[in-house]
């Protein structure tokens, strides 16, 4: 009988969370209270020195590691970088290489890498795509990307399957030959190369395929993991390529591949600067502010992108031992932008500004100045200078007013 009762109630609880609206606050006035953990208040410790900062800030990359993110890989890989093929492009402005990474014979990605030919040592711009690199441009050289993608309209895509009309669906995203004649170069991957995006992905990506040779178990990871560790893997392959300037990488990411850039660039300190395109809830947004998309509704959308304990803090949220601002501090020193669209209020941009504003404590230790105590600036008004913010009218999507604000950041806060 007492199995029955608890069988009942864990059922009744499961159908209720399952039963719960997916319907979102779009009010502000019911967002309620909050505080924010301090990023300078570790446990009972208080830092106060760069130097402080730098031997503790484990303390923190280890709580997202065990609540939210998951754990990345300590060791280090057979990676074999091959070149596949080479060519100029853009009537010569720019070179395109395709490499394949291969990974112990059981995984391989394919990177495109397409540099200016001006520059000698060019600073490039590193980032995951969603659906294929032949999204990225039409031209036909890049390979068909044939692994599951999260994109699925006819006729470019069906049934998760890019088709060859995918070639440069999503051109508008990269702005290739804008980045080539401000003099940087672009580095792409699929982010299915190293997890495909569903909740079965991991059982074919480098979780499981390589998770003896990683000594890491499937979950003790997630999906941010696995792209995150993907993308330091494309560091590593970047940092043996003679024309990119290695100390002038900048990793950046939209949406969901905006929390994965968070988390690489928080992880791998040799990411020279971050940016991170409205990547929302997990990612610049604040938990603690329940708009737009909450931990609840995520971990119950996207049930592979973190741990399990983190969907235990939704409803939750103040019990939470970090905020995404925290995530945010483990970016210093380092120059950061931080962007919204108004039309993407799912984001919760006014959450994503906070966070970024509350970064400027740890960058004071190292006399490095914030955004300030400034209110949430107008559309297409950046703001700051090391740490910056946008918020420009439009939908969720990463266009070319966002890139133009990236180059000029990558311009002046690289140099
Ligand atoms: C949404 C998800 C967001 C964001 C977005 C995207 O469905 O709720 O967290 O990541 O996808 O990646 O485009």
Not at 70 to 96: F, R, Y
Not at 116 to 139: E, M, R, Y
Request: hydrophobic share 40%; net charge positive.
């Amino acid at each position: 009988m007492k199995r029955f009762i608890l069988l009942f109630c864990f059922l009744n609880t499961t159908i209720m969370a399952q039963q719960k609206p997916f319907v979102a606050n779009y009010d502000e006035s019911k967002v309620g209270a909050f505080t924010l953990p301090d990023p300078l208040v570790m446990g009972s410790k208080k830092i106060t020195t760069k130097a402080e900062w730098e031997k503790n800030r484990g303390y923190w990359l280890d709580l997202f590691a065990s609540h939210m993110y998951g754990k990345l890989p300590k060791k280090k890989l057979k990676q074999v970088n091959t070149l596949i093929s080479k060519k100029e492009i853009l009537g010569g402005k720019a070179i395109q290489s395709i490499w394949k990474m291969d990974f112990e014979g059981k995984v391989q990605a394919t990177v495109v890498v397409i540099l200016p030919t001006a520059v000698k040592k060019a600073p490039v711009f590193l980032g995951l795509n969603f659906c294929g690199n032949q999204t990225i441009s039409t031209d036909e050289s890049i390979p068909m990307f044939d692994k599951y993608v999260v994109c699925n309209n006819a006729p470019d895509f069906v049934n998760y399957v890019s088709q060859p009309s995918s070639r440069g669906v999503w051109a508008t995203r990269w702005q290739i030959e804008k980045v080539i004649d401000a003099g940087f170069g672009t580095i792409t991957a699929a982010c299915g190369d190293f997890e495909e995006d569903h909740a079965n992905g991991y059982k074919n990506g480098v979780r499981t395929r390589l998770a003896s040779a990683l000594g890491l178990k499937p979950e003790e990871w997630t999906a941010m993991g696995a792209w995150a560790w993907g993308l330091s893997r494309i560091m590593d392959l970047a940092q043996n390529i003679q024309q990119i300037d290695p100390n002038k990488v900048i990793v950046h990411g939209h949406s969901r591949l905006g929390k994965a850039a968070m988390w690489a660039g928080a992880n791998d300190q040799r990411f020279a600067a971050i940016i991170s395109n409205e990547s929302g809830e997990g990612g610049a947004a604040l938990s603690r502010r329940i708009y737009g998309e909450t931990i609840w509704r995520i971990t119950n959308s996207f049930p592979h992108w973190f741990l399990p304990k983190y969907a235990t803090y939704s409803d939750r949220e103040n019990e939470l031992p970090f905020d995404q601002h925290i995530l945010l501090s483990l970016l210093s020193p380092r120059p950061v932008y931080v962007a919204s669209a108004f039309g993407d209020q799912w984001s919760d941009p006014k959450g994503e500004f906070l966070s970024t504003r509350e970064m400027e404590k740890v960058y004071a230790l190292y006399g490095k100045k914030g955004l300030g105590n400034i209110e949430m600036p107008g559309l297409n008004q950046p703001v700051g200078q090391l740490i910056r913010y946008h918020i420009r009218e439009g939908k969720h999507d990463i266009n070319e007013y966002d890139w133009e604000q990236y180059i000029k950041f990558g311009k002046e806060e690289l140099n």
